[in-house]
Antibody, heavy 119, light 110 residues
Framework: QLQLQESGPGLVKPSETLSLTCTVS??????????WGWIRQPPGKGLEWIGS???????YHNPSLKSRLTMSVETSKNQFSLKLSSVTAADTAVYYC???????????WGQGTMVTVSS | QSALTQPASVSGPPGQSITISCTGT?????????VSWYQQHPDKAPKLMIY???KRPSGVSNRFSGSKSGNTASLTISGLQAEDEADYYC??????????FGTGTKVTVL
């Protein structure tokens, strides 16, 4: 059974770069059938799609975040990663990774990791 | 890219049916059948309940059903149960390789 697990610092200083990794188990990040996405949820608020990446490195971004967003995939470690630069308090959120066909549905989610932006 | 519009809250007594709407535009819900619905209990990850507007994943109760008409998708929960109390989000493919989520609806079982 495929599982996703997010990891990374829980606290990031303003203006710095937020870095998260999602580890895939029970399956392979290099599956040709799926993309791997990032979604976030600020405290008490709704879900926001951040972006998605294919194992080949092809990426799709939320236009509102594109200029600050970098995504990558490391097939040897069965992981994919997110970097969000120049963070502010508005980037404080629970960050989820998820699998989806493209175009399609986010069918399997990680448990989420809380990231707080504060000095 | 604006969030899809959902009612902030919907409630009903046990056993009743409720419907949550999700209104988008011709650029997302109105054009693509790629609407999905997620259930989220407090401090938990979202769980897929409906995909491609009307399809139910294996393991999801048949009390949950989805529909779509024009720019509006809907999720119906029949025979409301205490465990259905949660937040519900819709999501649609919005073209140009983007996705948009709904504003979320809190379901309360009275």
């Amino acid at each position: 059974q495929l599982q996703l697990q997010e990891s990374g610092p829980g606290l990031v200083k303003p203006s710095e770069t937020l870095s998260l990794t999602c580890t895939v188990s029970g399956g392979f990040v290099w599956s040709s059938s799926y993309y791997w996405g990032w979604i976030r949820q600020p405290p008490g608020k709704g879900l926001e799609w951040i972006g998605s990446i294919y194992y080949s490195g092809s990426t799709y971004h939320n236009p509102s975040l594109k200029s600050r967003l970098t995504m990558s995939v490391e097939t040897s470690k069965n992981q994919f990663s997110l970097k969000l630069s120049s963070v502010t308090a508005a980037d404080t959120a629970v960050y989820y990774c998820a699998r989806h066909p493209h175009p399609g549905t986010f069918d399997i989610w990680g448990q989420g990791t809380m990231v707080t932006v504060s000095s | 890219q604006s969030a899809l519009t959902q009612p902030a809250s919907v409630s009903g007594p046990p056993g009743q049916s409720i419907t949550i709407s999700c209104t988008g535009t011709n650029s997302d819900v109105g054009t693509y059948n790629l609407v999905s619905w997620y259930q989220q209990h407090p401090d938990k990850a979202p769980k897929l309940m409906i995909y491609e507007a009307t399809k139910r994943p294996s393991g999801v109760s048949n009390r949950f059903s989805g529909s779509k008409s024009g720019n509006t998708a809907s999720l119906t929960i029949s025979g409301l149960q205490a465990e259905d109390e949660a937040d519900y989000y819709c999501c649609s493919y919005a073209g140009d390789t983007t996705y948009v989520f709904g504003t979320g609806t809190k379901v309360t079982v009275l």
